[in-house]
């Protein structure tokens, strides 16, 4: 059976001296980030500028925030970054963040109790070792702040993505401040007035910041649509005046999954990755949008044909133009395991997952990924010993690492579409239709930029362009 990664995968790797199938990471040993019994609630790491990896994570007893940093072979003492005046909300599905350019590290936490404390962030300068003062992020407004996640281009900018509601947790929205002059500006609003009712009000964000563009991801509610959203600023978060839907999927759910999005800008895309239980179970899927309106490309199952019964959840991504790496958590019969995946060849390029944690039994729970200099560094939490743990993967020297701006992903209107879908110009001669599950379902012809779908069922779809100028493809929605 032709698996819809592998559809995608022959024309990506024409031209490339060698794919990421066809030869193994270099794997450095599983080590500790802290003793065991000092915590290890949802790890995030980032790179410093000596190449290092810093790494954050929550302890419940008592609520606290730690940092340690990898100093080439293991991790130096943990730290706590969180304060006296600001006991941080954590748990092992959300909690603070982090995020470095050069040698400054910034991380970002939620105080508790949650209805009456704000967000504050603190900064370091020397790669994580010591750290500044806490500055407050959300203004005396009296309204309720959670789920901050940071992301920088600025060493002296850092822009904070929260949940904004209104007095007794109602009106759950999506906001986003920025730093200018040492404080943080008004919020901006980047859910509405674009998605539909309240943003999903238990899922963690994500705020992706480039020098060109800051995306704001977020899983949105309204009317029990669990997907999700972006919106998109051309003004390093001064103003996003875009926002649309990047999630195919359609999940209806009326509980909530406690599960958010994740990407990173690759020149005019984001790549993005996040969790639904549309169909087949909960699963992985990763897609690619244009970063300047949001235009959906393709989406794909990280790990397609995979039984109903196993889970996956907790996707994080991290890259630098077509090379990326996606880790998740994955439960099979019990066992709770770290999965990775990873191309040079952008998203359709992924391989056959590896096992990141290959040295102990258990639950290992809540990854993270940080990319950089060609190698990977990942963390996850080790819930039976309570602490984090940290690998590193380097991509051998020989395969060739595309980091040129990738194709943009062809425009499709209207979408969701009724009968006639009108495609970007180009010489395309057919269309391949697709369900979520990969099956192909139709094949259309390309009549002058259309194509009839009015006999396609509702639903969510994939369509595969196919031309004198290749393939290309992108997702849309039959009502």
Same mark, same amino acid.
């Given at each position: 059976?032709?698996?819809?990664?592998?559809?995608?995968?022959?024309?990506?790797?024409?031209?490339?001296?060698?794919?990421?199938?066809?030869?193994?990471?270099?794997?450095?040993?599983?080590?500790?980030?802290?003793?065991?019994?000092?915590?290890?609630?949802?790890?995030?790491?980032?790179?410093?500028?000596?190449?290092?990896?810093?790494?954050?994570?929550?302890?419940?007893?008592?609520?606290?925030?730690? /940092?340690?940093?990898?100093? $080439?072979?293991? !991790?130096?003492?943990?730290?706590? *970054? #969180?304060? +006296?005046?600001?006991?941080?909300? =954590?748990?092992?599905?959300?909690?603070?963040?982090?995020?470095?350019?050069?040698?400054?590290?910034?991380?970002?936490?939620?105080?508790?109790?949650?209805?009456?404390?704000?967000?504050?962030?603190?900064?370091?300068?020397?790669?994580?070792?010591?750290?500044?003062?806490?500055?407050?992020?959300?203004?005396?407004?009296?309204?309720?702040?959670?789920?901050?996640?940071?992301?920088?281009?600025?060493?002296?900018?850092?822009?904070?993505?929260?949940?904004?509601?209104?007095?007794?947790?109602?009106?759950?929205?999506?906001? /986003?401040?920025?730093?200018? $002059?040492?404080? !943080?500006?008004?919020?901006?609003? *980047? #859910?509405? +007035?674009?998605?539909?009712?309240? =943003?999903?009000?238990?899922?963690?964000?994500?705020?992706?910041?480039?020098?060109?563009?800051?995306?704001?991801?977020?899983?949105?509610?309204?009317?029990?649509?669990?997907?999700?959203?972006?919106?998109?600023?051309?003004?390093?978060?001064?103003?996003?005046?875009?926002?649309?839907?990047?999630?195919?999927?359609?999940?209806?759910?009326?509980?909530?999954?406690?599960?958010?999005?994740?990407?990173?800008?690759?020149?005019?895309?984001?790549?993005?990755?996040?969790?639904?239980?549309?169909?087949?179970?909960?699963?992985?899927?990763?897609?690619?949008?244009?970063?300047?309106?949001?235009?959906?490309?393709?989406?794909?199952?990280?790990?397609?044909?995979?039984?109903?019964?196993?889970?996956?959840?907790?996707?994080?991504?991290?890259?630098?133009?077509?090379?990326?790496?996606?880790?998740?958590?994955?439960?099979?019969?019990?066992?709770?395991?770290?999965?990775?995946?990873?191309?040079?060849?952008?998203?359709?390029?992924?391989?056959?997952?590896?096992?990141?944690?290959?040295?102990?039994?258990?639950?290992?729970?809540?990854?993270?990924?940080?990319?950089?200099?060609?190698?990977?560094?990942?963390?996850?939490?080790?819930?039976?010993?309570?602490?984090?743990?940290?690998?590193?993967?380097?991509?051998?020297?020989?395969?060739?690492?595309?980091?040129?701006?990738?194709?943009?992903?062809?425009?499709?209107?209207?979408?969701?579409?009724?009968?006639?879908?009108?495609?970007?110009?180009?010489?395309?001669?057919?269309?391949?239709?697709?369900?979520?599950?990969?099956?192909?379902?139709?094949?259309?012809?390309?009549?002058?930029?259309?194509?009839?779908?009015?006999?396609?069922?509702?639903?969510?779809?994939?369509?595969?362009?196919?031309?004198?100028?290749?393939?290309?493809?992108?997702?849309?929605?039959?009502?």
């Amino acid at each position: 059976m032709i698996t819809l990664r592998a559809l995608f995968l022959v024309p990506l790797l024409l031209g490339t001296a060698l794919s990421a199938q066809q030869a193994d990471l270099a794997w450095g040993p599983v080590l500790d980030c802290n003793a065991q019994g000092e915590g290890g609630l949802r790890p995030r790491v980032a790179v410093n500028g000596s190449g290092g990896p810093v790494v954050l994570w929550g302890d419940l007893s008592p609520m606290a925030n730690y /940092v340690a940093v990898g100093n $080439g072979s293991g !991790f130096d003492p943990a730290q706590e *970054v #969180s304060t +006296p005046g600001c006991v941080p909300s =954590v748990a092992d599905w959300m909690g603070s963040s982090i995020a470095a350019v050069g040698n400054t590290v910034w991380v970002v936490m939620k105080a508790t109790p949650e209805d009456t404390r704000p967000i504050y962030v603190r900064r370091s300068d020397d790669g994580g070792s010591t750290w500044g003062d806490t500055v407050r992020v959300d203004p005396y407004d009296g309204l309720v702040s959670r789920f901050p996640s940071i992301d920088l281009v600025d060493a002296n900018g850092p822009l904070v993505q929260y949940m904004q509601f209104d007095s007794g947790y109602f009106g759950a929205r999506q906001v /986003v401040s920025h730093m200018m $002059g040492g404080a !943080f500006m008004a919020p901006v609003q *980047v #859910s509405a +007035p674009f998605a539909p009712g309240d =943003v999903c009000d238990c899922c963690p964000n994500q705020l992706v910041a480039g020098q060109d563009h800051t995306v704001a991801l977020y899983r949105n509610a309204g009317p029990n649509i669990r997907v999700m959203w972006g919106a998109t600023s051309s003004d390093a978060g001064g103003t996003f005046p875009t926002g649309a839907l990047i999630d195919g999927t359609t999940w209806s759910l009326n509980v909530c999954p406690s599960s958010g999005p994740d990407g990173y800008l690759a020149g005019d895309s984001i790549r993005y990755v996040w969790m639904s239980g549309a169909t087949n179970g909960t699963k992985v899927y990763i897609g690619n949008a244009l970063a300047a309106d949001l235009s959906m490309g393709g989406q794909w199952n990280v790990h397609p044909g995979q039984v109903q019964s196993l889970q996956q959840n907790f996707p994080r991504i991290a890259g630098s133009g077509d090379t990326l790496g996606v880790v998740w958590q994955q439960i099979s019969n019990g066992q709770s395991e770290i999965l990775f995946s990873w191309s040079v060849t952008g998203p359709a390029g992924l391989g056959v997952p590896d096992t990141v944690n290959v040295d102990l039994p258990g639950s290992q729970r809540t990854p993270d990924i940080a990319y950089a200099n060609g190698s990977f560094h990942i963390v996850w939490s080790e819930v039976s010993g309570s602490r984090v743990r940290y690998r590193k993967a380097t991509i051998p020297s020989a395969v060739s690492v595309n980091e040129l701006r990738p194709a943009a992903a062809p425009v499709a209107w209207p979408n969701p579409v009724t009968d006639v879908l009108h495609v970007e110009e180009g010489a395309w001669l057919q269309a391949s239709i697709r369900d979520m599950q990969g099956r192909v379902v139709a094949n259309f012809p390309v009549c002058s930029g259309t194509i009839d779908v009015i006999t396609l069922t509702p639903g969510n779809y994939l369509c595969q362009l196919v031309g004198e100028a290749g393939k290309r493809s992108f997702t849309f929605v039959k009502r």
